[in-house]
């Protein structure tokens, strides 16, 4: 082996390896064409002679050989990023990042087109990819670099995270636009007595959430435990006795196609922060520095309600 063949570009190919499993992807993520992507590939593997990816269902699964080299090349980019790449700067308008958020699908729905409309004009060549993960998922996405920022409100995000408050969300209850019962305001007892579609993103019971309610002393009859936010209004148009209790953007989406209608809850219900959480290791990445600021101003449309 001569360490004059193994350059930095290839310690990257690695890295993208790793967290894509997949040599399309890997190298859509560097800006590579496929060839390339295999070029540099094999001469990964005839510099370690071991295959290090080998097809694996769906993915490019690592050799033990390329495992024993995870740790090695993650905290080579993780120094070269901090000490090197830091000071380099960023160019948006010829970059061909592909930057990958983790956002839930009431993200995509409410803020999404206007994250886009912001990319496109100023950094044209760019691309955005989306993930949906639970909570306990987002530390370890974030640390390996498959995910470059999470948005959305992570009660239980890890201490060690950078977060920052993008804004305050209220909440608004939606039902059937034609509810037969159900004008301008719902009463507690209509709310109670009404079967509720409830979104979290396991689709399992969410203490947090649900404690809010019995601390206000409410019964509600769940009826619908769904992960996906984009159901909801679907649900109802087929079934227009569910009601839903919902952020209030995601509401004023809803309403844009004549299903559902926004009420006032019964009781009031505390605002919750959006923030904007990415991994202290990339911290200083000037891509990343700069995405954090366009995601920031974006937000900054959006209506601010106080905590």
């Not at 993200?107 to 206007?114: M, R």
């Not at 209850?173 to 159900?182: N, Q, S, Y």
């Amino acid at each position: 082996m001569h360490i004059e063949s193994l350059d930095l570009n290839l310690i990257a190919v690695l890295e993208a390896m790793f967290r894509e499993q997949s040599v399309t992807r890997a190298a859509h993520g560097l800006g590579l064409t496929q060839s390339a992507m295999s070029h540099s590939l094999n001469r990964l593997r005839l510099y370690f002679e071991d295959p290090l990816f080998v097809k694996s269902g769906n993915l490019m699964a690592p050799t033990p050989k390329a495992e024993s080299l995870r740790h090695a090349v993650l905290e080579v980019m993780a120094v070269v990023r901090q000490g090197i790449l830091s000071e380099a700067g960023f160019d948006p308008s010829a970059s061909r990042k592909e930057f990958t958020l983790c956002i839930t699908d009431m993200g995509e729905l409410v803020f999404l087109p206007g994250l886009l409309r912001q990319l496109r004009r100023r950094a044209p060549h760019c691309t955005l990819r989306t993930l949906q993960v639970p909570a306990e998922q987002i530390e370890g996405l974030l640390a390996s670099g498959e995910a470059d920022l999470a948005i959305g409100s992570y009660r239980t995000a890890p201490e060690g995270l950078y977060k920052q408050r993008l804004f305050m969300h209220s909440f608004a209850t939606i039902v059937h636009v034609d509810h037969p019962k159900i004008r301008h305001k719902i009463s507690l007892r209509q709310f109670e007595s009404s079967p509720h579609i409830v979104v979290t993103l396991t689709g399992k019971r969410h203490l947090d959430y649900d404690n809010v309610w019995e601390e206000k002393g409410i019964t509600r009859k769940v009826l619908v435990r769904t992960p996906h936010f984009l159901i909801v209004p679907l649900l109802i148009e087929q079934h227009p006795d569910l009601i839903a209790t919902v952020p209030q953007e995601l509401a004023n989406v809803y309403g844009r196609y004549g299903i559902v209608k926004s009420v006032t809850p019964p009781v009031e219900l505390s605002n919750f922060a959006i923030n904007q959480y990415w991994h202290p290791q990339f911290h200083h990445e000037p891509a990343l520095v700069w995405l954090r600021a366009l995601i920031k101003q974006t937000f900054e449309t959006y209506p601010v309600i106080q905590p």
